[in-house]
């Protein structure tokens, strides 16, 4: 399918293609991708814009929400505004901006929902981590500073869900010292809690491959709390279980290579099955399909079907 920043929920998964979100159920192998919407930012003249797409269910309503953040900088990094879209995954859903009157911030990695609440680690004009929480029903936004242990500018860390709970996985001297840190959000008020966790020497060699050239990175948890690492080159995931203390390894025979996102010209259409790109048939008789109605008809579809029963 292509695509890229996957976020899965509740047996479905939020991915872009070109700044635009798709939905696939894995379960029933339907995928629509959501219209667009039109942002003044988009627009303007700086040289930085990032998009951010995070993926939300309120468990009261039983109902799905897409959050989008935009946000253009300059070409100093200086955060200049930002926006924040929301989608409610239902027939005849639309884009609809959310009042936010904080501090423009970029998110640098991808978002938790955690009982009705996203939870996304991001950056503000005063260069520090901050845990931005959209609770999902209201739309309301609230910000909780990241322990200033964390390592300002450092990326090797993950913003993971640990025992119910958002944390943060700094695993930046695991190769050095075995050592990772791992704090956890006890309260939403801000209290975090550490614990420090030492590699054992009989798997000490299993890092041994990461320097500063092939960096671990971060793919979530597992259920049992297994914190999911992968390397590239060579490919491989590491599981580390954080409640026993204990990793272990997992080799993948790379045979494909990753997609790119290409601009496909609009009288052109991809026919999957047999992978040839070739001119779309159309009449002057028949109106081609809006975007906005294609996208309900197949939510529809979707909703008939139970795809998106959680």
Not at 12 to 41: E, G, M, W
Not at 82 to 99: A, C, D, I, Q, Y
Not at 267 to 292: G, H, L, M, N, W
């Amino acid at each position: 399918m292509g695509g890229y920043s996957m976020v899965s929920l509740r047996g479905l998964i939020v991915f872009t293609i070109c700044r635009k979100a798709c939905i696939y159920n894995p379960a029933t192998r339907q995928s629509l991708t959501l219209p667009t919407f039109k942002s003044n930012l988009f627009a303007q003249q700086e040289p930085y814009k990032h998009v951010h797409y995070f993926f939300g269910h309120d468990p009261v309503l039983d109902q799905y929400k897409i959050v989008c953040s935009v946000m253009i900088a300059s070409s100093f990094s200086e955060m200049l505004f930002s926006e924040f879209w929301v989608f409610v995954l239902e027939p005849g859903g639309f884009w609809k901006r959310t009042e936010y009157d904080a501090q423009a911030h970029l998110p640098t990695r991808q978002g938790l929902c955690i009982n009705g609440v996203i939870y996304y680690l991001a950056f503000n004009h005063t260069r520090r981590y901050h845990v931005y929480c959209f609770d999902v029903r209201s739309e309301d936004i609230r910000v909780i500073q990241a322990p200033h242990a964390v390592p300002q500018f450092c990326t090797s860390f993950g913003f993971i869900e640990h025992g119910g709970k958002p944390a943060i996985f700094d695993y930046s001297r695991i190769t050095e010292t075995g050592v990772s840190e791992l704090w956890v959000l006890e309260v939403d008020g801000g209290i975090w809690s550490r614990k420090s966790l030492v590699l054992k020497l009989c798997q000490k060699h299993l890092v041994d491959d990461i320097d500063h050239n092939k960096k671990l990175i971060v793919h979530g948890t597992g259920e049992n709390n297994e914190v999911i690492l992968a390397l590239t080159c060579p490919c491989y995931l590491l599981y580390y279980d954080l409640m026993k203390n204990d990793v272990r390894k997992v080799n993948i025979n790379r045979v494909t290579t990753p997609h790119v996102c290409i601009k496909i010209p609009a009288s052109f259409r991809v026919r999957r099955e047999s992978a040839v790109v070739e001119p779309a048939k159309t009449s002057a008789a028949s109106k081609p399909q809006s975007i906005v109605d294609s996208y309900t008809a197949s939510l529809e579809d979707m909703t008939a079907q139970g795809a998106l029963d959680g």
